[in-house]
């Protein structure tokens, strides 16, 4: 599904899960301050998620002509 910034949301998805990965390795240690950030493609093959979302309020617009 493209985005209105010109992206797709599995592309977001995806390095929101490197950003995170990250920041726990760092946390643990298991990087280096001089370790670079791991990227997408390696942590992408075999990556199985399930995430779920909720939605307070729906609000709906309307475009008006």
């Known amino acids: 599904m493209l985005t209105p910034d010109g992206g797709t949301h599995l592309m977001g998805f995806r390095h929101g899960v490197a950003a995170a990965v990250t920041s726990y390795a760092r946390q643990r240690r298991l990087l280096t301050a001089t370790d670079p950030d ?7 093959e075999g990556l199985t998620a399930v995430v779920a979302a909720v939605v307070g309020r729906i609000v709906r617009r309307t475009r008006q002509n």
Do not use: P
Not at 38 to 44: A, E, F, H, L
């Open 38 to 44: 791991v990227g997408t493609d390696q942590i992408g």
